[in-house]
């Protein structure tokens, strides 16, 4: 099973595909009116649902979770406009919570093994997450967290992960802990650099191009018996893009 | 005053597989039938290509899914914890709208073995005083292998169940499964083909002198027209399985196997956005005068029905019956009620093994792919000697290499570079040993109504209270031993682990599994089941509860086929029997 050659070959065929889709938007053609709409430059972009001092902290923040090419192989959360996807998810059912149960009574002192108890949504849970962010930067470090350097960011998001920034003691009332935000964050962020870019994110499917995964083409009936073998074609979106 | 709609013969509370299956046999029977669904329509023309292949609709926002917001389940472990609402879904993903999760489920179809049907005499047998648990009770489901297989063999056919025969007419067949309950008729048509994890668990399962077979499966390897002249194209390894609709006709599903046929039958109805709060019940409590649903713009409607069949999700059936007043509540400390006592559920474990130089391909796959074994199901091997009961099937199987999902070691980092690393060092690398292993039943797990939290319409919500239990916990130690075996013989270059071991409880934060069954257990013995043996209520005789909830325990595999053959069965004996002489099946001796 062993095979060799597999790294040089894998990058070849990557590379030979690649070429595909540049071809095709030159010519003008493409598969779907969708397609032919490019993804925004992330510079461009106006959010609709953060404000810009919220926006600011959160491209640095993704910008530490899912690093760029800088920092290694594989492309970065802002390389993805994985930011344009989580504000684009404020807006969805996902963002008002709009298909969970969130009648009272809210019982915030019982086990976390009983699962998310707080009469937030996820909108809510960022807005507050990140001015308890921002509240905890200025006491910490006396700026904001997108002025930080980046061992420093590191370091802050280290603390909300291990649920070491005390958010109670910087005014929340209703229990939001600083580890409930960052997996929040971590969670949405991972979802907008591997969901297929209809949603925002994976701009032009850097991410599944890293992987090898082939994304909308769900058809494998001539691959399956190939075992141990490369699969060659790059991926598809959902609107027809090639990669 | 609730709005009162035109007298129906039978109305169908749920339009899922057990409702498509009792509104083909009821409609045969030439009853007016009207199904009420309390989520949205759904036709194979939603799944088409490409809308299912969208992880993150699907797959991470569970679309398909029952929403909390209309009717949470409240939780807790046991009788003295506060119990409360799982306010997004977790553990468990029950289905939503037509089609209810026969529409998205993973289409492993997979028969009990004779064994599992009657646990109880089994444990009677081989199990001497005091080996187990004594707030268990396991018990018979009160309907024998015999009895059932022709519905198994037919559903499986509407299923167009694909696999490999092991045991049929009680010849030993090769490549099948030498421990199944013979079969009337080999499987429909031929097994999935092997991906790479399967070859690899094939071998190493057969080295260690276990009997190998590929999963049963409902996703079609070949053309199939089923028994109602449904068409279901062969699978094509789109990837999308479990959890999306399926975008080739290929998974079976009420969709794609029967709701086409059915609704051809002019006297057959079914209206969408109708959610049944409860069942009335004439002053006498002994028959069902029809449903109260609330329809599409909030009104209440009162529907009058000759016979009401609950079909939709085993939890909700339950409900049903409780916000009803069908059958005594269960009291597990007075220990007397039937109607939310054994409730079971399902355990699973496994191995996650990542090998550096080895393609899997894992986006190439079909739901049910892969290879189980049930050396380790009841009767098969002695369990008494590690002091608990049941079993667990052993597999290796592939549901889908969706990006999202991707398993990383426990050691790779969670972000930064390293995490960018480790997905690029391992996707498409991974494969997974698994077991899912049987649930006993217990005094204290169970189903009632919340008294605290309620749905939008001022019904209160079910509540749950769950946990493992020592039996389970020796079970997964017992089983995690031996596909430890199998990873040592497979040799990864990484591997890691989890199981629910001593200590551990249950945890509703993450997916465990959507085989919640019993509450309302079928039965021969009115004191300790909420049905009798034919699905029918002990207590209004008009109203008959086919699902999940039937189960008294659960067995180490997955639910359907189960399911679909008990709504068979129970149909059988409505058509041929109660609707000539509508009354108690069973006598209250």
Redesign the interface.
């Known amino acids: 099973?062993?095979?060799p050659d597999?790294t040089s070959r894998r990058a070849f065929l990557r590379n030979t595909f690649t070429l595909i889709p540049t071809v095709g938007l030159a010519g003008g053609v493409s598969l779907t009116a969708k397609a032919a709409e490019a993804p925004p430059n992330l510079s461009d972009y106006q959010p609709a649902f953060f404000k810009s001092d919220e926006w600011a902290f959160l491209l640095a923040a993704c910008d530490?979770?899912?690093?760029g090419e800088s920092?290694?192989?594989?492309p970065?959360a802002l390389d993805t406009n994985v930011p344009i996807f989580i504000d684009r998810q404020m807006d969805?059912?996902?963002g008002h919570?709009?298909?969970?149960?969130?009648?009272g009574?809210f019982?915030l002192d019982?086990?976390?093994?009983?699962?998310?108890?707080y009469p937030y949504t996820p909108r809510d849970v960022y807005q507050k997450g990140i001015a308890l962010t921002q509240a905890y930067c200025q006491k910490q470090y006396g700026k904001r967290f997108e002025q930080l350097d980046a061992a420093t960011r590191?370091q802050v998001?280290q603390a909300l992960?291990a649920n070491q920034v005390d958010f109670a003691a910087l005014g929340e009332t209703q229990k939001l802990e600083a580890s409930e935000f960052f997996s929040s964050l971590?969670e949405n962020?991972?979802?907008g650099y591997?969901?297929?870019p209809?949603?925002g994110g994976n701009k032009h499917m850097a991410?599944?191009k890293?992987?090898?995964?082939?994304?909308?083409r769900?058809?494998?009936?001539d691959?399956?018996?190939?075992?141990?073998?490369?699969?060659p074609l790059g991926p598809v979106s959902?609107t027809g893009e090639r990669g | 005053m609730a709005k009162q709609q035109p007298r129906v013969d039978a109305v169908i509370v749920g339009l899922g597989w057990t409702g498509s299956i009792m509104g083909m046999e009821l409609t045969e029977a030439g009853l007016n039938v009207l199904a009420l669904e309390r989520g949205a329509d759904r036709t194979n023309e939603d799944f088409a290509?490409?809308?299912?292949?969208?992880?993150?609709e699907y797959g991470?926002?569970?679309t398909m899914m029952q929403?909390?917001?209309q009717a949470?389940v409240t939780?807790?472990?046991d009788l003295n914890?506060?119990?409360?609402?799982?306010?997004?879904l977790?553990a468990f993903l029950p289905g939503d709208g037509v089609g209810g999760a026969g529409a998205h489920w993973t289409g492993v179809l997979i028969r009990p073995t004779p064994t599992d049907l009657q646990l109880k005499s089994f444990a009677d047998q081989a199990f001497g005083k005091g080996v187990l648990q004594d707030d268990m009770q396991i018990q018979d489901f009160g309907v024998t292998w015999d009895e059932l297989e022709p519905h198994f063999t037919f559903f499986e056919k509407v299923c167009g169940q694909s696999g490999t025969t092991g045991n049929l007419n009680g010849e030993i067949q090769p490549g099948g499964d030498p421990f199944e309950g013979p079969r009337s008729e080999p499987y429909p048509l031929p097994a999935l083909?092997?991906?790479?994890n399967t070859?690899m668990f094939d071998k190493a399962a057969k080295q260690l002198g276990y009997h190998p077979f590929p999963n049963p499966s409902a996703n079609v390897s070949r053309a199939w027209t089923n028994p109602y002249g449904m068409q279901l194209g062969?699978?094509?390894?789109?990837?999308?399985c479990s959890r999306y609709g399926c975008?080739?006709y290929s998974k079976a599903s009420p969709q794609t196997c029967i709701l086409n046929a059915l609704k051809q039958r002019s006297n057959f109805a079914y209206r969408t956005n109708a959610n049944v709060t409860r069942v009335e019940l004439a002053p006498d409590g002994k028959t069902a005068t029809g449903v109260t649903y609330i329809d599409e713009h909030g009104e209440e409607v009162f529907q009058p029905a000759d016979m009401v069949v609950l079909a939709s999700y085993a939890l909700n059936n339950v409900r049903l019956m409780l916000n009803s007043g069908i059958g005594a509540p269960y009291d597990p400390v007075a220990r007397t009620g039937v109607v939310g006592r054994n409730y079971a559920y399902q355990i699973g474990g496994g191995i996650h093994m990542y090998f550096d130089?080895?393609?899997?391909?894992p986006?190439?796959?079909a739901g049910a792919?892969g290879r189980m074994f049930n050396d380790f199901s009841p009767g098969n091997f002695d369990s008494a000697q590690y002091g608990f009961i049941g079993g667990a099937k052993m597999h290796s199987s592939q549901a889908s290499?969706?990006?999202?999902k991707?398993p990383l070691p426990k050691t790779a980092p969670?972000?930064?570079?390293g995490?960018?690393?480790a997905?690029?060092k391992h996707?498409?690398h991974h494969m997974k040993l698994s077991m899912t292993g049987s649930v006993m039943s217990y005094r204290s797990n169970m189903l009632d109504l919340d008294p605290?939290?309620?749905d939008?319409y001022g019904m209160p919500l079910l509540r749950m209270t769950f946990d493992w239990k020592q039996n389970e916990h020796r079970l997964s130690a017992f089983m995690r031993d031996r596909l430890r075996e199998i990873a040592d013989v497979l040799k990864p270059d990484y591997r890691d682990e989890s199981f629910n071991l001593e200590g551990s409880?249950?945890?509703?934060?993450s997916y465990v599994s959507t085989h919640n069954v019993g509450g309302a257990a079928m039965g021969t013995d009115p004191s300790t089941s909420a049905i009798n043996r034919y699905l029918q209520s002990w207590d209004v005789h008009n109203v008959f509860v086919p699902g999940g909830n039937a189960f008294p325990q659960n067995f180490q595999a997955n639910p359907t086929d189960l399911i679909g053959a008990l709504t068979y069965w129970s149909a059988k004996k409505i058509r041929e029997e109660y609707l000539k002489n509508p009354g108690p099946l069973m006598a209250q001796s």
Not at chain 1, 210 to 216: E, R, S, V, Y
Not at chain 1, 223 to 231: G, I
Not at chain 2, 357 to 361: A, K, L, R, V
Request: glycine share 8%; hydrophobic share 30%; charged share 25%.
């Open positions: 099973m062993s095979q597999n530490r979770l899912i690093p920092e290694g192989k594989g970065g969805s059912p996902y919570a709009e298909r969970w149960y969130m009648q009574p019982v019982g086990s976390p093994d009983l699962g998310f108890q590191d998001l992960e971590l962020t991972k979802e591997l969901a297929d209809i949603h991410s599944w890293m992987l090898g995964f082939p994304g909308a769900a058809s494998y009936r691959w399956v018996d190939q075992h141990n073998v490369d699969y959902l | 290509y490409p809308k299912p292949a969208d992880e993150l991470i926002r569970h929403k909390p917001k949470a939780i807790r472990r914890e506060r119990a409360l609402p799982q306010r997004k977790g083909q092997d991906t790479q070859e062969p699978c094509n390894y789109c990837g999308f975008l080739n130089d080895i393609e899997f391909n986006f190439a796959t792919t290499g969706t990006p999202i991707t969670k972000w930064g570079q995490y960018k690393d997905l690029r996707y498409g605290t939290w309620k939008p409880h249950f945890k509703v934060t």
